[in-house]
């Protein structure tokens, strides 16, 4: 595969795009919060911005040492994993909606551009190694259209890096639930609503088995939680 392209993108996206908002931006530039995600029943789930500004962790270093071949990091934020990534000499890329996440990540030394996971995107069907981290199997608020999508992109021997939610009590790994959600920065929602998913360890093998993957390993490290999927060799679905 060729190698991958850098800052500004060719994907457009609307200028109302929700992780365009201003108190992201704020975020990202600070490198810091406080910032959450503020469902529509009114529960605020705190966004671990410091942790995405600053280095791998022992845990990212976990998803590190997984990574094979091409990777393209899905919605990379400010680009720790990316920028880690090309400091092994890695080919790898990753994509935000977000221009002040694509930025800071170019500034850290990584490649990145502006664009959607649902939009055309370099060397689709050529990638090894995919990347859905910090709760980004939530993108789009569809599970299975996101995981049908990664189908597309990566190659066919590719695998998929999920980072899955953990909860208190119950059923913790059964979580399955999408949302309506703004972005809040603990003085009031802002900017635009959109649809949001957390998914669980067991419910996204559950997904991964409708959309042409296979689970290969679980583990968990910091109190994070992740699954690695493998593409099954089968005819892909459609997107509908």
């Known amino acids: ?17 929700p992780w365009q908002a201003d108190p992201y931006t704020e975020a ?3 490198g810091r ?3 959450f995600l503020r469902r529509s029943d009114g529960r605020l789930l705190p966004l671990e911005v410091e ?17 094979r071949g091409a990777v393209l990091d899905i919605g990379c934020g400010p ?25 800071r990540t170019v500034h850290t030394g990584g490649s990145a551009m502006v664009g959607s996971v649902f939009e055309p995107l370099p060397h689709e069907g050529s990638w ?7 709760g980004n199997i939530g993108i789009g608020g569809d599970p299975k259209a996101l995981l049908t999508r990664a189908t597309q992109i990566l190659g066919p021997s590719a695998s ?33 609503v959109f649809t949001w998913a957390r998914l669980g360890a067991e419910a996204l093998v559950r997904y991964s088995r409708t959309t042409c993957w296979t689970p290969t390993e679980q583990w968990t490290a910091g109190g994070r939680s992740f699954v690695a999927l493998r593409r099954q060799k089968r005819n892909l679905p459609n997107l509908p």
Request: aromatic fraction near 2%.
């Open 128 to 134: 090894d190694t995919g990347l859905l981290l910090d």
């Open 79 to 103: 680009g720790r994993i990316v920028t880690a990534l090309t400091a092994r000499r890695g080919t790898v890329l990753g994509i935000d909606v977000s221009p002040a996440a694509v930025a």
């Open 160 to 192: 998929l890096i999920v980072e899955t939610a953990l909860s208190d009590g119950a059923g913790a790994e059964d979580l399955d639930e999408q949302f309506q959600a703004q972005l809040d920065n603990g003085t009031g929602a802002s900017g635009p």
């Open 51 to 67: 942790r995405w500004c600053a280095a791998p962790d022992a845990a990212d270093l976990t998803v590190l040492e997984r990574c």
């Open 1 to 17: 595969m060729t190698g991958a392209h850098t800052g500004g993108g060719a994907v457009r996206i609307r200028p109302t795009a």
């Open 33 to 35: 919060g406080p910032l």
């Open 28 to 30: 990202l530039r600070a």
